[in-house]
Structures are given as C-alpha cells and as structure tokens.
C-alpha cells in the first residue's frame, strides 16, 4: 500500500500531500532523502530505502525541472509495488498543468490524484496478469508432442548427414599425409601456396554416424573446392619462425669504493643505558602548509579558448555546426536526452581520465542529466557549457563538507570538559598512517595544544619503533604497550594516562587492514566501540581509483556489521596522502567523499612535518573539469 506522496519545490515549500493516505511516517524519509540524495547529487538513483525501528521504506522520486518541482512517493519497503513509476509520471504531468507559481494551496487536486491512482493500479493489473498467463506451463500433450518433433527432426537431420557422408568420393581410405593444395577464394584469386597438414585422418567403414565428431572432414572440405561455392577454404601459410634477437648482455653495475657519507638515519642516536625515551632537540621548524591558504590562480585565455573549441567539436558531432549555432542564438524550448547525452559522454571520459571511479562518474553524468531534462535552454547558451555548469555546481557541492568539523574548536570543548579529544587513524597497509599522524600532531603542536600518541599497531613489525621516532622529534610523550597486545584495551589505557598528565588530545594509530580481513576489522571495530573516539579518520592514497570505492564502502559496512551497538560509529572523515605523486589526477578525493559522505580534512602532500594542507574545493574541481 501506498504511504504518503507528496508534492513540493526545489526550495522546500511543501505544495501537496494525500490526505486521503495520511499515513503517519516513523522517522524522516522525506529529511533523509533530500539529505543523501537530492543535495549530494545522487539524484540519478532509481530509488532509496530508509529503514528504522520497525518499519522500512522505499522512496521513488521525479523532477520537473522546468518548473522545480519534485514529486516524492513513499511506500513498505516490503510490498514492491509496480505501479508508483507510472502514478508519479502521471501525476507529474497533470499537476504541471494546473501549477501556479503564486498558488500555495491545491485541495483540488484530490479528486484528480483519486482517478490516476485507480488507474495506474488496474494498469499494474493488467501487466501482471498478462505476465501469468505467458508465465503458464504447457500441457502434458504438448510435451509429448514437442518432444516427438524435436526427436523427428534429430534422426532426420542424422540420415541426410550420414547420405552425404556415403556419397563423397574423394574421400581416401588409408593413413597417409593429406596435401591440401589450390583453393578459390571469393575475390577469383587462387592461393598457389601448398599446405602440408602432417595429420592423419581416420575413416571408419563400419557406416558409424558419430565417427567423424571431433575429426578433420576431408570430404567435406574437397566437397566446398569442386562445386566451387561461394565460400571457399582460406588456407593459411607457416611462416617458419624467425630465430630470437640476442638480448644485449647486462653491463656489471660499477660500485664505488667510497664508503656512502650521507647520513640515511635521521634518528637521532640513542645513549647506550637503554633508556629508549631520551628527549631529544626539535629535528623539524616552520608553518604547518595546513595554516596557509591555497590561492586557485585563474584560467588562462589560451585554456578558456581551446575548451570553448572542445564544447563546439562536441555539439558539432551531433547536430552540425549551423543547427548548433541557430540553437544557442535562439534559445531551445527543452533539453531532452538526446541533447545531453554527447556532452555527458565527453563529460564523463573527462572524469575518467582525472581518476575519478567509473560508477562514480557515471552516477553524477545521470543526476546532471535528471537535473537539466526539460529546462529551456536560454539564448546564446550551448548546451556543453550548460552540462558543464551544472557539473561544477554538483561536484562542489558534494566536496563542501555538509557538517562543519573544527579539530581546533572541538579540543578547546573537550580540554573545558576536562577529557582528552581522541582520534584515531585507520586504513588499509602502506597508505602512510603513521607519517601523517606525525604530521596532525606538529600541527596541533604549532597551536599549543598538548598531544600525546599511542602505539595501537601490535599487529606490523617495527611499527611501534617507527611511532617512537616520530614522538621524539617531535618531543612528544608516547604511550606503548609493545607487540602483540589486544589494541582496544592499549587505547583504553592511553586515554587514561593523558587524563593523568594532562594531554589535551591523543593521537591512535592502529594496524594497517585490508577491508576483506575479517578478523583485524572485528579488532578495529572493538578499538571504536570500547573507547569512543572524538574523531575516526580514514587514512587513503590519492593514488587509487575505482578501489577507493571499495575500500570505503567496506570500511563502513565492517564497522557497522561487527560492532555491537546499535548505533555504530563510522567513519568520520578522511585524510588523503601521497597528493604530491598525482599530478592532475585528483579524482580519489571526489570518489571517497562520494561514496563516504565523510569531507576531506586532511591532505598530505610532501615528506616532511609541515606538508599537510586543507582540501582547496575550488582548485579540485576546477582540475577535474580542466
């Protein structure tokens, strides 16, 4: 049964619900959906499925764009009902007709929705029992029967196989090599090369039908060459194989005598009394990059020229150059979808190429062309610029963080509350967890914030050691437990100790997993629930692409399935390193807040201490459609 349908703008203004359903919905699945779907322009999805507490729901939409209206229905998730595509197609056409901008009210649009669902119910009907009856199985007569030609047709087909095998006559009896020589071919010309097969033919006598399966059929083949038909035997020549290139020999690597000076350790060296925790001077100075802003230098003319250029070759390949021109001088009455789809393609390959997932891109090529389909294209406008203004305006939206989450402002609350802020940093192996901890924590050093670190990853060799490093350049304390502790309870007992001593936050590192590690993700996920984080942060390469799909979506699918609370924490937001190594390639930070719906807070993009820097939305998106 249908729950609720409703009728409202783009701006929020609520026009039209169905008082004859008036269904009292549990939750907000009209809240949710404009919040994950309709803002986040994930639009392009067929449907939504909101489940709380004892009830699920399916939310279908549509949009008429012209007039800026979306039309929502909602429905038991259970009930899969097959009419609602047609009922909001329906009512949107009908609606559109008696809308008025300065109109609030439509009470007289009940009667009108009474009729349309009346008949988009005998409509599902009548599809439903149409496919029931051809979904009907076939008498037992009919089996008989079918089964009985089917068989005719075998054995006959058999017997005028077996007659054509019995009256070929240049069929040869014995075991000797067959030669093929000249044969036609359709172009007239006759190939005089000659063929020796070296294969021997077996021919049984004894008038056996299934003899020759599997085997090389002479006749047939001297058969083709003397009624000389249309489709000749193309014989192919052995090129004898040429003998291998010799590879140059390797040349002996040359090794100089001279030891190496440069200094590869920059630790700095430890006291032989074994007290592995000596504070040592300061190895790094200057301004966290996370305190500068980034200026986004504007597009060349050149740049603004040469893609005016691709837009044109792009509209040109579709309509020609004057339909094209005539268009944009004036003006198209609505954009339908063989108009945008040239765009979007090149749209599209354009995103691919910057690393961008191919899902992802396709998904946002959809929700632009829902967003766009039946607007008025206005006078000298093209439609690839339109696409592409569109797409601007939908990826920063998806890339401004719709939750404001301020490191700095949440530590001074919790130093007030007098509890330690903890983060924790989780990820998949090498991605740099570590590195970048180190870097968060010289960042909040530069803001005298008090910070401590605690080693979590019992799990690598070396790990600890490589976190200790870190501590003492930085001269900050460290809390360890050594290997092969259960990390939750590590965690537990540094957020205590930095209550002790007064560390304002506590930096966790944890081990290196792979999303598909069942057992390591049960640990992380044991980590977060007994210790509650302030802050989870996913720590991804820039480097990846159709991967970080993967990567993210089973982060949170772990730590939602594993987890013993009902309201299990996810990911907060994410830290992306190794940004230095990928040129123009910035498409994984699109592909990870899309799939997260977490921001990008952190980018790492050097080797020292400093090179941390905050997420330039404008410069993204700006690459990514360059």
Not at 221 to 227: C, E, G, H, V
């Amino acid at each position: 049964m249908l729950e609720q349908l409703l009728i409202f703008t783009r701006g929020g203004l609520i026009l039209w619900t169905c008082k004859e359903l008036g269904n009292a919905l549990r939750g907000s699945p009209i809240d949710t959906l404009i919040r994950s779907c309709l803002l986040e322009e994930r639009s392009g999805a067929s449907s939504y499925n909101y489940d709380v507490p004892g009830a699920s729901y399916t939310l279908k939409w549509t949009f008429h764009n012209e007039l800026g209206l979306v039309f929502v229905a909602v429905y038991q998730k259970i009930l899969h009902l097959l009419y609602v595509d047609d009922l909001l197609a329906m009512v949107k056409r009908e609606f559109s007709e008696i809308y008025d901008s300065k109109r609030m009210t439509y009470d007289d649009f009940d009667e009108t929705f009474r009729q349309l669902r009346k008949e988009a119910e005998a409509r599902a009907e009548e599809i439903k029992k149409s496919k029931q009856v051809m979904a009907k199985p076939v008498s037992n007569s009919g089996k008989k029967q079918g089964q009985q030609m089917k068989k005719s047709g075998f054995e006959g087909g058999n017997k005028k196989k077996s007659g054509g095998g019995e009256s070929g006559k240049d069929s040869d009896d014995g075991d000797d090599n067959v030669n093929v020589k000249t044969s036609k071919l359709e172009n007239g010309h006759t190939n005089g090369d000659v063929v020796n097969r070296g294969s021997r033919v077996n021919s049984k006598q004894n008038g056996n039908e299934n003899g020759n399966s599997g085997a090389f059929d002479v006749n047939k083949l001297q058969k083709l060459r003397n009624k000389g038909g249309k489709k000749g035997v193309t014989v192919v020549n052995k090129v004898s194989k040429e003998e291998p290139k010799k590879k140059p020999a390797k040349k002996n690597r040359v090794w100089d005598d001279q030891p190496v000076k440069t200094k590869l350790d920059f630790t700095d060296p430890v006291s032989g009394n074994g007290d592995d925790h000596m504070v040592v001077a300061q190895a790094v100075e200057g301004e966290s990059m996370m305190d500068k802003d980034e200026i986004v230098s504007s597009d060349s003319e050149s740049e603004e020229d040469d893609e005016v250029e691709t837009n044109k070759k792009v509209d040109s390949k579709k309509k020609g150059w004057f339909t094209s021109m005539f268009q944009s001088i004036a003006g198209k009455a609505n954009l339908d979808k063989a108009d945008l789809e040239p765009a979007l393609k090149a749209l599209k390959d354009r995103l691919m190429t910057k690393n961008v997932a191919e899902e992802i891109a396709e998904k946002l090529c959809e929700s632009v062309a829902i967003s766009l389909e039946g607007k008025k294209l206005g006078s000298f406008t093209r439609i690839s610029s339109t696409v592409q203004a569109a797409m601007e305006d939908a990826l920063v939206r998806i890339l401004t963080p719709k939750r404001s989450i301020d490191i700095l402002r949440d530590v001074h609350v919790a130093k007030e509350q007098r509890k330690p802020y903890v983060v924790v940093f989780v990820g998949v192996n090498g991605v740099g967890k570590s590195t970048n901890l180190a870097k968060v924590a010289y960042w909040l050093q530069q803001h005298d914030i008090n910070v401590m670190m605690a080693a979590c990853d019992t799990f690598r060799s070396g790990a600890v050691e490589q976190l200790r490093t870190h501590a003492r350049r930085l001269q900050i304390p460290i809390f360890e437990k050594g290997y092969e502790k259960d990390p939750a309870i590590v965690a537990k007992e540094a957020i205590q100790e930095a209550s002790r001593n007064g560390s304002d936050v506590v930096l966790v590192d944890t081990a290196g997993r792979m999303q598909d590690n069942e057992p390591l993700m049960r640990a992380l996920s044991k980590l977060i629930y007994v210790n509650s984080p302030d802050l989870v942060l996913f720590v991804g390469e820039a480097l990846v692409g159709n991967d970080a799909v993967d990567q993210l979506s089973k982060f949170n699918q772990k730590l939602a399935d594993l987890s013993p609370s009902p309201s299990p924490r996810l990911i907060d937001g994410i830290l992306l390193t190794k940004f230095d190594t990928i040129d123009d390639k910035v498409g994984a930070a699109l592909s990870m807040v899309y799939i997260s719906g977490s921001p990008v807070m952190f980018v790492g993009c050097g080797q020292s201490y400093t090179d941390l820097k905050k997420l330039n939305v404008k410069s993204i998106v700006k690459t990514l459609l360059k």
